[in-house]
């Protein structure tokens, strides 16, 4: 499957977090030829890609098991970016410490919350204790730095091959389904080609404030038989009436169905945003057929 222009073009891409963090993985599973370049916070990756250091952006949107990042979905509505790829990472957990440890040594592991819930059941059988740490290449890190054999990290491979740790035991995590979906981002849009590929269609819009407006405002792609995938709420201005939605949806602008129903979305929003038009990650195939 082809790459949007844009993508083949660019040199480098932006991640949050550390080096060897699963954002890193992502970038070198996607993009393996371009340069991944680190940015303490997500506010400062959404910058580097709207600036001149990088060409694109590698940013998390949601985790089968941990839902939806929320630092994301915030971002999004008023970014200036727009989407031109997807990327899929299996989270593979590794438990991992300074050279010559073996796991009858380790007595603490070492992670981020999030990390540390989805390898609960490796914990408890091996009697562990819990410390947690901002996250799982920070772990690593602080585990390569230390060097205290009572301590190992559960990190990705590739932090472990940055830092020089070894790793214990591979893929500890409890579920197999471990999944994080990311958006390769840029400051120009890219749209895919009408060509037949599947294709994924990301807008953000808000609705008008009249009674049953978002079932009206949907009701174009159930009629025109356009499968939605995504449907994201936000709360505006402080209050609990959201009013403002992202949404993914199968299908090019170009096809007659999407574009009746965008047409019709169209009628009962206020604004009606499209993020981008991109090739659908082969992932989703192998999903749907589970």
Sequence with gaps: MSQPSK???ARKIVFQGEPGSYSQLACKE???????VPAATFEEAFAAIRGQGVDLGMIPIENSLHGRITDIHHLLPDSPLYIVGEHFLRVRHQL???PGTTLSDVTTVVSQEPALGQVRNFIREHGLKRELWADTAGAARHVAAVKDKTLAAVASSLAAEIHGLTILRRDIEDADHNVTRF???SAEPDDAEHNGDPIITSIIFRVRNVPA???KALGGFATNGVNITKLESYQLEGSFSATQFY???EGHPEDRAVRLALEELQFFT???KVLGVYKAHPFRKI???K
């Excluded at 996607?30 to 991944?36: D, I, K, Q, V």
């Design 7 to 9: 993508i083949k073009s």
């Design 30 to 36: 996607a993009l393996p030829n371009y340069e991944s």
């Design 96 to 98: 991992m410490a300074a």
């Design 183 to 185: 958006l390769i981002m």
């Design 213 to 215: 407006s978002l079932y």
């Design 247 to 249: 949404a993914d949806v």
């Design 270 to 272: 206020s604004t009606l």
């Design 287 to 289: 999903a749907g057929t």
